[in-house]
């Protein structure tokens, strides 16, 4: 396996070569980048596995870069800001962030959540075990495209998180999915303490589901457990 490229996105100097060093220390490629204009421009002349990005930058903010970050497939995103807010947190988390710190950070616990989430995106086995396309209640789950197709013939280009976590309910109709399940499907790390990421993930499918005239509810919450996929795959 090549080794991963890892871009980071932050305007300030110190922060973002103290990140690149801890990065290339551990034996990744990494490339820096002040403001969105020069992210595009690593993006058209690299391969980038991982951006790590700043939500207060220059000109369009992270959570504005995001989006189009999400845009592409295949690539993981950290969020990285001093600003503690949970506003924030659950903005990026919307837009459709992997992960998120908040300033200062652990090294070590950044480097380790980094690692998780490249060996989903670099790892060419990473969804070989999901069908190419799986059909629900009118719905297709496209593992090719990454898409989430409606009976109307919308299409909904997902981020990862969302996409494994629905592959994950669809393989287990009607069973408990609780969070801790969930969060690691999703990013491969473990639950922590006041962790909103699997909720606002799968309130975000939801909404996909709430766009067509449907009265039937596929995720229902279990109080107190996790999550349950009520729909019906087609075998």
């Known amino acids: 396996m090549q080794t991963p490229n890892i871009l980071i996105v932050e305007d300030e100097v110190v ?18 980048a002040e403001n969105g204009e020069q992210m595009h421009d690593f993006f058209e002349n690299h391969t980038i596995n991982l951006v790590i990005m700043d939500i207060n930058l220059p000109g369009k903010n992270g959570l504005i870069l995001a989006r189009e970050v999400r845009d592409r497939k295949n690539i993981g995103l950290i969020f990285l800001t001093g600003r503690d807010n949970d506003v924030d947190r659950i903005l990026g988390l919307e837009i459709g962030a ?18 998780n989430l490249l060996s989903r995106t670099t790892s060419s086995s990473e ?11 009118g719905w297709t789950l496209d593992g090719d495209s990454r898409s989430l197709i409606a009976p109307s013939g919308n299409e909904f280009r997902l981020p990862r998180s ?13 069973k408990i999915l609780t969070r801790e399940q969930l969060i690691m499907e999703m990013t491969g790390r473990e639950l922590r303490p ?9 309130r975000r499918i939801r909404k996909h589901f709430e766009s067509e005239p449907n009265d039937e509810e596929l995720i229902v919450t279990i109080h107190g457990e996790g999550y349950r996929f009520c729909g019906s795959v087609d075998s």
């Open 15 to 32: 922060t973002r070569t103290t990140l690149k060093s801890l990065f290339e220390a551990e034996g990744y490629n990494v490339f820096e």
């Open 162 to 174: 969302e996409f494994r976590a629905l592959h994950l309910f669809l393989s287990n109709p009607g």
């Open 127 to 137: 969804d070989d075990d999901l069908p190419s396309r799986v059909s629900f209640n």
């Open 194 to 202: 006041n962790d909103r990421t699997v909720d606002v993930t799968i």
């Open 98 to 115: 992997d992960d998120y710190l908040t300033k200062p950070f652990n090294p070590r616990e950044l480097t380790i959540r980094a690692r």
